[in-house]
């Protein structure tokens, strides 16, 4: 039999399964609970970052968002973890950790990092409340089962993530501002350099 048949209804019955699931969690205290999670978590994001410098934190928070996805999709593909409560039917929880308490607590790190020193530091700090806080209060409310995972791993992963995240911010930056300082905008060349006659020139003319 065709392999990738084999794998088209796994599939299949994988989202019949995640959408009756879904469908009776819809209705508990816990679902709605995750709902409110998630709203206060961005409520409370808002109020402490600082919107000077909004589109650069999540610009930062995208890039820790599309790693964790990725990390979070291979971690329940490979059986290491598995979500009992997830907002849609999807195999991963993405809204609860990928999308929000995870890319929310690391822009507030970028935000209070001024330099790699302090960011090796806080990222410690938040990186413990992510694996050393809020992954155990998740397993004990049978929010997430880990298998063949534990906090350590998550710790040290979560750690890389938001380190690589945080280089690649800074090369896409500097690339950025190199590019600026070679090639001006065509909006800053105009106001810099108008397109009218000197004065003198256009005495000439009308004479």
Do not use: C
């Not at 004990?140 to 380190?163: E, G, P, R, T």
């Amino acid at each position: 039999m065709d392999v990738n048949y084999m794998l088209y209804q796994i599939r299949t019955d994988m989202w019949n399964a995640l959408l009756a699931q879904w469908q009776t969690a819809i209705s508990t205290p816990k679902y709605w609970g995750v709902v409110v999670t998630i709203i206060i978590a961005y409520i409370v994001w808002y109020h402490l970052t600082d919107k000077t410098r909004l589109a650069s934190l999540l610009f930062y928070g995208s890039l820790i968002t599309v790693m964790t996805s990725l990390a979070d999709l291979y971690g329940t593909t490979a059986g290491l973890w598995y979500y009992k409560i997830r907002l849609l039917p999807l195999l991963t929880s993405v809204f609860l950790r990928d999308w929000t308490l995870i890319p929310l607590t690391y822009m507030l790190v970028q935000q209070y990092s001024s330099n790699w020193r302090q960011f090796f530091i806080y990222n410690a700090v938040g990186t413990f409340f992510l694996a050393g806080i809020v992954a155990p209060i998740f397993a004990a409310l049978d929010i997430i089962q880990l298998m063949h995972w534990n906090y350590l791993y998550i710790f040290v992963v979560s750690y890389v993530i938001a380190a690589l995240s945080r280089a690649a911010f800074h090369l896409v930056i500097q690339v950025q501002n190199a590019a600026r300082e070679k090639k001006p905008s065509p909006l800053a060349s105009t106001l810099m350099h108008p397109a009218f006659k000197p004065l003198d020139e256009q005495k000439d003319d009308d004479e």
